[in-house]
């Protein structure tokens, strides 16, 4: 298949994995690359600038296809050393930047002259449509549905999408709730030029999780996940467990005054006791509703292979025989 996010990325089909922290380790950019797609390594899970470089090497060793870093710039009171994180992405040879978070003009100029093409992950139309005007080459459009860092806008992949195509010049991607290929053939009618996929490939045999997050996400229905966060407008879609039940309970009874300190036993630094040591209660953790249409946990090559195959034979059988 090809699209304006197959020529922009140089890859086989339109399939991108999302930046996911303390997931999107090298072992899972690889596959997915490996797979055809665009594989993506989570730059903020490197302590360090020279973690990184490391982690873009060990990745070259383990593919020969186009991958990417991801670079989510939150607000912090001790800000990591984005300098250092750019410069280790430009010295690695990445030739792709999944950039999220705040607006990431600053670091335009120096990826845009080391050849590096940025996709802007986008909660909404405005931002994408900023995206565009400071010169991102695509954005990657992120629904109300997705794992993560939804924003405040709470407006649906069905609406969002077509909204995106209406005002958008540059390629976009549907991110957020994506599993299968009828999701991929409907995201391409709604006008957007690939997928981006996190939470599924979580669920995948190379993602370099515990496999008690992998049985997480099988047992979990579309009705499992919760939003967190909401007070602080720094909302969360979360897989629901005791954790995040007993931070739901603080935000209920701290109402407005809640401050992050307040949660920081559910939110600070749980990341890699859930996903490396699989402490399924440990903390809250990203999670999509697209849990519901998870069932299996395949190879990327297989998971991608069959997302393929199957929107082919939407756009050339079904579709055509309504006509
Ligand atoms: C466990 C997990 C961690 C994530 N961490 C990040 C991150 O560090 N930076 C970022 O930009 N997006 C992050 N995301 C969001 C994904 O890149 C992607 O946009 C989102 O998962 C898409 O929705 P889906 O899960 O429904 O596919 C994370 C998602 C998950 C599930």
Redesign the pocket.
Same mark, same amino acid.
């Given at each position: 298949m090809k699209t304006r996010i197959t020529e922009l990325f140089g890859i086989e089909h339109p399939i991108i994995q999302?930046?996911? *922290?303390?997931?999107?380790l090298a072992e899972m950019a690889a596959a997915v690359s490996n797979a055809g797609g665009l594989g993506?390594i989570?730059g903020?899970?490197q302590r360090t600038p020279e973690l990184l470089s490391k982690e873009i090497a060990r990745c070259r060793e383990m593919t020969d296809k186009p991958f990417g870093v991801?670079l989510?710039f939150l607000p912090s009171i001790t800000p990591p050393d984005y300098p250092g994180y750019v410069k280790a992405i430009i010295d690695g040879g990445v030739k792709a930047v %999944?950039t999220?978070?705040n607006n990431p003009q600053k670091w335009l100029p120096a990826l845009k002259e080391a050849g590096i093409k940025v996709i802007h992950?986008c909660t909404s139309v405005r931002h994408s449509l900023k995206a565009e005007a400071i010169g991102c080459d695509a954005v990657?459009v992120?629904g109300f %549905? +997705?794992?993560? *860092?939804p924003g405040e806008d709470d407006v649906p992949n069905w609406i969002l999408l077509p909204r995106a195509a209406e005002e958008l010049k540059i390629p976009f991607v549907a991110?957020?709730?994506?599993?299968n290929g009828k999701q991929l053939a409907a995201a391409l009618c709604l006008g957007a030029e690939g997928v981006? &996929?996190?939470?599924?490939?979580?669920a995948t045999k190379e993602a370099p999780v515990h496999e008690n997050v992998k049985q997480a996400i099988l047992a979990a229905s579309e009705l499992d996940t919760r939003l967190v966060m909401r007070p602080l407008r720094n909302t969360e879609r979360v897989l629901n467990n005791a954790a995040v039940e007993r931070l739901l309970e603080k935000e209920k009874a701290l109402g407005a005054n809640l401050k992050f300190e307040d949660i920081i036993a559910e939110v600070g630094g749980v990341?890699p006791r859930i &996903?490396q040591e699989g402490e399924m209660d440990a903390g809250a953790?990203? +999670?999509? &509703?697209?849990v519901g249409l998870i069932h299996d946990i395949p190879t990327c090559k297989d998971l991608v292979d069959g997302i393929m195959a199957e929107a082919e034979a939407i756009i050339r059988k079904r579709l055509p025989a309504f006509l």
């Open positions: 999302g930046g996911m *922290h303390f997931v999107g993506i989570t903020l899970t991801n989510t %999944e999220a978070g992950k990657s992120d %549905e +997705c794992g993560g *860092h991110s957020g709730g994506v599993a981006n &996929m996190g939470t599924r490939f979580i990341y &996903m953790w990203s +999670c999509g &509703m697209v």
